[in-house]
């Protein structure tokens, strides 16, 4: 089993900028790649970024890319998620998690492990 604790968001105007952090406890954080996804009110859960176990490789969904980024320190067990540029469409709960696989890491069905989620609002 893999825990996943979430935390950084809350409220920004449009154009500002948050970190969310994802801590991992369980079992080796190393051994998984790590996505963030997010979930607007009334939408589907959707992809925003993935990282591979090093820490080398990153995939961004085309709706973040330029502005998001995605890092991990497995010293620390955690992964981040840096938001610049925010725009109101970014509200959403956000979620990180867990998985096998970096090549389907936009898939949902990836992942093993998922945080219960930290909203996000962006006021315009």
């Known amino acids: 089993q893999v825990q996943l604790v979430e935390s950084g968001g809350g409220l920004v105007q449009a154009g500002g900028s948050l970190r969310l952090s994802c801590v991992a406890s369980?079992?080796?954080?190393?051994?998984?790649?790590m996505g963030w996804f997010r979930q607007a009110p009334g939408k589907e859960r959707e992809f925003a970024a993935v990282?591979?176990?090093?820490?080398?490789?990153?995939n961004y969904a085309d709706s973040v890319k330029g502005r998001f980024t995605i890092s991990r320190d497995n010293a620390k067990n955690t992964v981040y998620l840096h938001m610049n540029s925010l725009k109101p469409e970014d509200t959403a709960v956000y979620y990180c998690?867990?998985?096998?696989?970096?090549?389907?890491?936009?898939?949902?069905?990836?992942?093993?492990?998922w945080g219960q989620g930290t909203q996000v609002t962006v006021s315009s």
């Open positions: 998690a867990a998985g096998q696989s970096y090549l389907r890491g936009s898939n949902y069905d990836n992942y093993d492990y």
């Open positions: 369980g079992r080796t954080f190393s051994n998984y790649a």
């Open positions: 990282i591979n176990r090093s820490g080398a490789s990153t």
